[in-house]
């Protein structure tokens, strides 16, 4: 496999940057970093853009999002500003629009592409600005601002749906837009114990799954190139309404390059070239991803699975069905290859993962496919919207317990 790349300029300039970066010979420096002519330690207000929508911290107690900032006030004076910084949004002003979440405390309409006005302060070292109060919000009256909203008002009106649904509906809207404010804090903890967080990030069995049903309706069109433009369309609606995340880039870069290269008649693409290329084409885009943990495990897991699968799949089609050796052949590859990498930043790893992600995987695909199903069927017919939350609550069920079992395995801990 070393000679089939040596040559490859692809590669090589893939592992190139690979070594440069994560050596620390080449720091990328973060090209929208925040400037003021204020001090943020004199800052008490700032004005901007929210370019990403807020996602629950890991404690519960705030949303965390990046503000494009235009300008800061500060006691005496205010001033224009440049760069990007991650706010911190208390839960009682940010999910004070979100059904079942009953605030006194006077809240916003929180969503990328809002424009805001927010009262606060930074912390100690200028990384974060933790707001007290939002004095104004609007959306621009541009096209883009008016998409902005409408996708705003999509993803409030799904989080209303999934919400009447209960657990169930929780879990789905974690899936569908990455959204984890209704799933609780035990399932979360179950998934990282077992060793399948990454089902829940969203990656590339996400897109895979929308990319799949475009593919189905192409294939019922019967026109090869009207498939293609489908699939696309699905991929940028579904990247749309749940938001770029580093891994979601990831994998609609590679799902984009994968398409291009069927339609220009290439008969095998080579995934681990299209990986490579992803990777470069992501870190001229948004370099600031390169450091982000779950750029790291989505790259360095789909790079396990593509340098190794084969090998495992030898392995365990010696005794198992094909089906089964080629689903642990994958798992096992993705788990030894993060494995270091989830040692190292978090001092643990979950080796059940293997056998977790093979078993918890199709059901949560299947989970995935059956709530489209019923939510067009209940758009359609909301008569069906009570039978339907009881069907996606039996399977939320299976699926809980399930994790539930793998998480009791004890994980590795570097002290």
């Not at 498939?227 to 699905?234: D, K, N």
């Not at 291009?260 to 995934?271: F, G, H, Q, R």
């Amino acid at each position: 496999m070393v000679k089939r790349y040596s040559n490859n300029s692809v590669f090589l300039a893939a592992l190139i940057c690979i070594i440069l970066f994560y050596s620390g010979l080449i720091k990328l420096q973060d090209r929208n970093s925040f400037f003021s002519l204020i001090p943020y330690g004199q800052t008490n207000q700032i004005t901007g853009q929210l370019i990403n929508s807020p996602a629950k911290t890991s404690d519960g107690k705030y949303y965390s999002a990046k503000l494009k900032v235009h300008n800061c006030k500060g006691e005496a004076a205010s001033s224009q500003a440049f760069g990007n910084v991650k706010v911190m949004i208390p839960c009682e002003i940010a999910e004070a629009f979100f059904p079942g979440k009953l605030y006194s405390k006077a809240g916003a309409f929180f969503e990328a592409g809002g424009l805001y006005s927010l009262k606060g302060h930074f912390n100690s070292d200028g990384s974060k600005f933790y707001i007290s109060e939002c004095l104004s919000y609007s959306f621009p009256k541009t096209i883009y601002g008016k998409l902005d909203y409408f996708r705003a008002l999509c993803r409030l009106q799904f989080k209303r749906i999934m919400f009447s649904w209960g657990a169930g509906g929780g879990l789905l809207l974690a899936l569908l837009c990455g959204a984890k404010e209704y799933t609780s804090s035990e399932v979360s903890l179950s998934f990282k114990n077992a060793g399948l967080s990454h089902i829940l990030a969203l990656s590339g069995m996400h897109l895979s799954m929308f990319s799949g049903i475009a593919m189905f309706i192409g294939k019922r069109i019967g026109r090869k190139k009207l498939s293609f433009i489908i699939r696309i369309i699905a991929l940028l609606f579904f990247v749309w309404f749940a938001g770029f995340s580093p891994s979601l880039l990831r994998a609609f870069l590679c799902s984009f390059f994968m398409i291009i290269a069927t339609l220009s008649n290439v008969e095998k693409p080579d995934l681990l070239l299209i990986l490579a290329f992803s990777f470069l084409c992501q870190t001229i885009i948004s370099p600031a991803d390169i450091y982000n943990t779950g750029f790291i495990l989505s790259y360095t897991a789909l790079a396990g699975i593509l340098l190794t699968n084969k090998y495992f799949r030898t392995i365990y089609n010696r005794f198992l069905p094909g089906y089964f050796a080629n689903s642990l052949g994958s798992s096992t590859g993705a788990q030894v290859f993060t494995a270091p990498v989830s040692l190292s930043l978090f001092g643990t790893f979950a080796p059940i993962g293997i056998i977790a992600t093979s078993i918890i995987s199709p059901l949560v695909t299947v989970f995935i496919y059956s709530g489209l199903f019923l939510i067009l069927l209940c758009l359609i017919f909301p008569v069906f919207a009570h039978a339907s939350g009881i069907f996606i609550n039996f399977e939320y069920t299976v699926i809980k317990y399930l994790t539930g079992l793998f998480a009791l395995v004890p994980v590795w801990r570097i002290n």
